[in-house]
């Protein structure tokens, strides 16, 4: 699996736009970009992925460079409750693959 | 996002007792299941993964006799920590992966070993 390289920590402040940065330099053709976070004391929750394209869901957007070497996750609007560890990973799709965790970011969201 | 639910939410337990805790995709079916390990301020840790009808897989450093994994349904595994000792107090929590691309978390078990 392709390592990846966050920023440890970012602040932002409500209601602005949170860019959370991730470098993949090592990707190969086939692996997804995944984002998840983890708020304090719960299980992960899954964001968003993509594979080359750039992605928008509900939640978040991604931005995935066109040598796909780097991405950006972009929530618009940050609130106090994004406040949480944010996972960049990349990995094959599907059932047979599994999820290694880096250290992430943690994004404070404040006032 | 698919629904995963682990039980118990935290659990407190006798050092030398076993705890079973439960993995339940609620609204799917989980060919693969993944149980993790995180102490605090750490990441996740893969424990192992388990394939319904099929025995886990452990990562390496991991006790298979001690960490008991069944994933005996398309929609349940179970891990069980056997004996448990104060330094298996952790946050388990599981992960569930069907047909589609991305794996679904529950909400995380914290045990703590006295």
Known sequence: DAKTTQPTSMDCAEGRAANLPCNHSTISGNEYVYWYRQIHSQGPQYIIHGLKNNETNEMASLIITEDRKSSTLILPHATLRDTAVYYCIVNLPGTASKLTFGTGTRLQVTL | ?114
Request: neutral net charge.
């Open chain 2, 1 to 114: 996002g698919a629904v995963v639910s682990q039980h118990p939410s935290w659990v407190i337990c006798k050092s030398g007792t076993s705890v079973k805790i439960e993995c339940r995709s609620l609204d799917f079916q989980a060919t693969t299941m993944f149980w993790y390990r995180q102490f605090p301020k750490q990441s996740l840790m893969l424990m192992a993964t388990s394939n319904e009808g099929s025995k886990a897989t452990y990562e390496q450093g991991v006790e298979k006799d001690k960490f008991l994994i069944n994933h005996a349904s398309l929609t349940l595994s179970t891990l069980t920590v056997t004996s448990a000792h104060p330094e298996d107090s952790s946050f388990y929590i599981c992960s569930a992966a069907g047909q589609g691309l991305e794996a679904f978390f529950g909400q995380g078990t914290r045990l703590t070993v006295v």
